[in-house]
Every structure is written in structure tokens, then in C-alpha cells.
């Protein structure tokens, strides 16, 4: 894709499932990436997978900290000599009840997929803005972010508001040269989708999809990729739907 050679990309949950896919097909772009996630072992991994790839490099650290998640971006800073890109990736999700969710995990779900995606954001987009280099934002939100299902409304209200938070930074920051996108994924097999459900179960939602399959991690690291790459200039303030076709019935 166009633009992306030598582009300083910060990936945050880069150490496992989508987030790893895409720092793997961000460096097979020619771009420089740097990763968070919550494991050490799998950062230090990830890093030695793909060092062969390119310039890659990471820390542990959590987005929904607003201490850590400013560390996280200024080493992203550092070791990037810039960040140019923005995939604010890191998320959590697990099913529960409607009747049955509590606070503490109601405020869990809300301080990692939005507070943590904003607190990065915003961090992040301070210094494109201060570099004056403008910059391209994507935000991960989900299918489940345009319509609902049901044991995830904690999820769901997370990924819903991930929406109007990328929408609303569209309205200030592309007069700054800033385009913010989100992408709105359907299921994705990932270590945290197979953390949640069976065999079976997964096995049985493929006659959910009418192009036959689920998700594989590289479909979405290309999805990234496009937005945040010149092939996407025009695309702004919008969400992109990959989800082999399940919201459209
Ligand atoms: N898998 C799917 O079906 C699917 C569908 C739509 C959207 N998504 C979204 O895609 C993103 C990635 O999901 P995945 O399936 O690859 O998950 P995953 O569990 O396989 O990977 C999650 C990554 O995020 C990191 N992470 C989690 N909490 C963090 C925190 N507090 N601070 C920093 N890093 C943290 C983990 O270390 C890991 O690297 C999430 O935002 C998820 O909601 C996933």
C-alpha cells in the first residue's frame, strides 16, 4: 500500500492476535512499529518473531493507566523518532448476562476499550499535532459496535462509544492534517475469542457468515493497513464494517 515505507507506527496491543498480525504486515510495508501489550513474555516475543521483518521494538505497559499510557507513547516517541500512525488496538472482552454484570466489571470493560483507547489518542495525537507532520488514527471498534449481541452490553456500549469518540476527533484533527478512522471487525478467531468460546460454538457461528468462514487476524491487519495508509487520503471520520458479510441480512 502507498505511504507506509519508513511510517513510525505505535500499535497497542500488538503482542497477541489482530494487534500482532498487524505489526507483522505493517513491517512486511516497509514501516517502523513499535508494540504495547499486558505480557511481558508476549511482547519480548513478538519483538523476537518479527525482528528479522524490520525495525520493531515494544514495551509492557496499560493503556487504561494514564501514567503507563502516556509511557507507552513517549517511548513510542522515542523509539520511532516520531509516531506517524496511530493503531489503538488493545481491548478486552468476556460475556456476561445483561442482569448479571456488575460494576466493577461494567468500569473494567469501559477503562480498557474507551478510556484506554482515548487516553492513547489523545496522547499520541498531541505530538503529530506538535510535530506538524499530520498523522493517520485508526480506532478499533467492532461489529458489535453497530449492532448488538446479546451477553456482551458492557462490550457492546464500549465499542459503540469508540465510534463517536473517533468521529468526534475526525472533526478536530483533520483540519490539523489528522485522519481518524475506526474499524468495526466481525469474529475474528484470536486467542481472546477462543478464550470465550468452545470448539463448537465456534464451529456452529460460520452459519452466521454468508462468506462461509470467521475472521482471520490478517484480514484486519490488512483493513488497518489500508486506512492508515495514502491509498485511504480521502477516508475520514468513518467507520469500515469487515465481517464477511453478517450485517448484511
Ligand atoms: N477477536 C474478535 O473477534 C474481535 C472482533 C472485533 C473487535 N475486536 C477487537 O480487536 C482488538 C484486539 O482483539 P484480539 O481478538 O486480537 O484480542 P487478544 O486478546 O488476542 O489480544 C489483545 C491484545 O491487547 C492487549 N491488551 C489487553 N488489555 C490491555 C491493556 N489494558 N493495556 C495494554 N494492552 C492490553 C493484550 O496484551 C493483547 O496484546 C480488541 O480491541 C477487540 O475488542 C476483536
Known sequence: MRGLQGKGVLITGGSRGIGQATARRFLEE??????????????????QAFVSLGEISGMVGDVSIEEQAHQIVEE???????????IDNAGIAWEEPFLEITSEHWDKIIAVNLRGMFLIARE???RMVARGNGGAIVLMSSKNGLAGEV???????????????????????????????????????????????????IGAYVNNIPLG???????VAAAYAFLASDDAAFMHGTELLLDGGQLAQ
Open 76 to 86: 513510542a516517541e522515542r523509539r520511532l523518532n516520531g509516531i506517524d500512525i496511530l
Open 213 to 219: 468462514r470467521l475472521g482471520r487476524p490478517e484480514d
Open 30 to 47: 516497509g514501516a517502523r512499529v513499535f508494540i504495547c501489550g499486558l505480557e511481558q513474555d508476549e511482547v519480548e516475543q513478538t519483538v
Open 124 to 126: 499520541a495525537a498531541k
Open 151 to 201: 451477553k456482551y452490553a458492557h462490550y457492546n456500549a464500549s465499542k459503540g462509544a469508540v465510534v463517536m469518540l473517533m468521529k468526534t476527533m475526525a472533526l478536530e484533527l483533520g483540519p490539523l492534517g489528522i485522519r481518524v478512522n475506526a474499524l468495526c471487525p466481525g469474529y475474528i478467531l484470536t486467542p481472546l475469542a477462543e478464550s470465550i468460546d468452545s470448539p463448537e460454538f
